[in-house]
């Protein structure tokens, strides 16, 4: 069976939106984790746009297992990490101007802090997926690096008109890296059509999906949350016939 990873980030944004203290991540991860989810992805990033410290602290005691925290690798995550020990950090590029992960990871170009980033990580006992594109070169550099594992950005694969390409991109990429002895995991852009010629991919053990599913969630709720709130609007009303 292939893993979900459930990545709440969008909950928070919601959140920030108002800068309340409702639809909070932890509450959607508990939920997702009754749903069915393996695991539990967050995004600290530098700018804290979504997800905020607090959220991987309580989420840290909530999510026993398969909590997967994505960070760029700088010394200030990384001392969060060691801190909070998720059972998994991905490490992920970060641009405070993009809209979310625009790329993989160059860990060829940014090898000797990718490499000094891991070891820090593995030495804690975490283990580290890097998240990268399906490009043979940066497989090899991982493996290189010390990470167990690769998450594949499967942007390319899911903004493409004929994906087939992309696909077997994605395909060859996964047959290295289980070639090299790394796990191979895949995410971005991922939804519920897109995701079914993913899953035949081999070799795949882990997929993380955010945007479409919490798009989802947001839209099948709808009828209950107005339902709940006219049952509350009724309950004190005044003039009952
Ligand atoms: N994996 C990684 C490394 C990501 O950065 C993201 C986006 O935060 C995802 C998976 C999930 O992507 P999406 O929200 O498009 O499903």
Redesign the pocket.
């Known amino acids: 069976m292939i893993r979900l990873g459930v ?1 709440v ?2 909950i928070a944004t919601i959140r920030q939106a108002r800068r309340a203290a409702e639809p909070d991540p932890v509450v959607a991860a508990s939920l997702a984790m009754l749903g069915g989810a393996n695991g539990i ?1 967050i ?1 600290l990033r530098e700018d804290r746009r979504h997800i905020q410290d607090r959220d991987l602290l309580v989420m840290r005691q909530v999510i026993p297992t398969g909590l997967n925290l ?1 960070m760029g690798c700088t010394d200030e995550m990384l001392g969060i990490a060691v801190q909070h020990r998720p059972d998994q950090v ?1 490490l ?1 590029p970060e641009k405070r101007q993009e809209l ?2 625009e790329g993989g990871l160059d860990v060829i170009g940014q090898r000797a802090a990718v490499l000094a980033g891991t070891k820090q990580l593995m030495d804690a006992g975490i283990p580290v997926a890097l ?1 990268i594109n399906p490009d043979p070169a940066q497989v090899l550099a991982s493996k290189e690096v010390g990470a167990i594992a690769v ?1 594949f ?1 499967t ?1 390319q694969y ?1 903004d493409a008109t004929t994906p087939q390409a992309e696909w077997e991109k994605l395909h060859a990429a996964a047959v290295l890296a289980h070639e090299l002895g790394l796990h191979v995991h895949m ?5 519920y059509l897109n995701v079914q010629k993913i899953v035949r991919i081999p070799y795949v053990e882990e997929l ?7 798009a989802r969630a947001s839209l099948v709720g709808m009828v209950q949350a107005v339902k709940d709130m006219k049952a509350a609007m009724m309950e004190h009303y005044p003039h009952k016939i």
């Open positions: 990545n980030d969008h992805t995004h994505e991905t992920v979310t992960t998240f998450e950005h942007g899911a995410g971005h852009g991922l939804n993380n999906i955010g945007h479409s599913l919490i």
